[in-house]
């Protein structure tokens, strides 16, 4: 699985039409996307353009594990 970023939001409209059903991926409200290596060439021969983030981290792999708002005891 690797990070991608996709600059407008055009861009990522396109990409998840088009990764919707074939791929299973991950997206943020940042236009970033964790999917599948062989995504990326199908991704580039469709036209649309992001840039490489890299390999995902165990990080990403996980839902947060608690609220970032603090509690008042």
Known sequence: MVILHI???????KALGFL?????????DNRDLMLPEPALGELAAQGISFRSKGPATYEH???PLRNSLALTV
């Open 20 to 28: 919707a059903g074939r791929y299973s991926f991950k997206t943020w």
């Open 61 to 63: 792999f996980l839902a």
């Open 7 to 13: 600059e407008d939001a055009e861009m990522e409209e």
